[in-house]
């Protein structure tokens, strides 16, 4: 036994069945890959801009870092010149301190005024030595920027 099946209906004509069907709808799309919507172009367009920012960002990071070089050089010279000046006034209170202890001895300066240029002499020696420890930082600051291995 073979069972067969046999459509009741008999086929009908394109165009009837377009008659037929009036009320619905059909669609056809079509793709042409060759504009793409302009979308390779405007890819292209974002991606030079981006290669754009990125040099422009390059660039800022460049003058940046040259800006903190040349304000740590400066600072470096400040606290050098700083640090000399500081030797100097330790050097003249010093003498100033012996001169006082000397007057202080023979009688012709009062234990106030004494310790008034002891304490200006301790005064400058602190001072000499804030400015010592900041030049050697200052100075540290510019041999890393130069790459040099920082020992102390």
């Known amino acids: 036994n073979v069972i067969t099946y046999q459509p009741n209906e008999l086929p009908q004509k394109y165009w009837d069945q377009l008659s ?12 042409i890959p060759i504009l793409n919507g302009l979308q390779v172009r ?14 422009l960002n390059a660039e800022q990071a460049r003058l940046t870092l040259r ?3 040349e304000q740590a050089y400066a600072d470096a010279r400040a606290a050098q010149l700083r640090y000399a ?6 050097e003249a209170l010093t003498l100033t301190q012996r001169n006082s202890e000397i007057r202080f001895n023979n009688g012709l300066l009062s234990g106030t ?17 804030q400015a010592k420890y900041t030049f050697i930082f200052r100075r540290k600051v510019l ?4 790459g040099k291995p920082l020992t102390l």
């Not at 037929?20 to 793709?31: H, P």
């Not at 041999?143 to 130069?146: A, E, G, L, N, P």
């Open 85 to 90: 000046s500081s030797k100097r006034q330790v």
């Open 20 to 31: 037929q069907n009036l009320g619905q709808q059909v669609q056809f799309a079509l793709s």
């Open 67 to 69: 800006q903190s070089i």
């Open 42 to 55: 405007t890819n292209v367009q974002r991606t030079l801009i981006s290669a754009q920012q990125a040099q």
């Open 143 to 146: 041999d890393f920027y130069q």
């Open 113 to 129: 005024e004494f310790n008034i240029a002891k304490n200006n002499l301790n005064f400058a020696v602190s001072n000499q030595l």
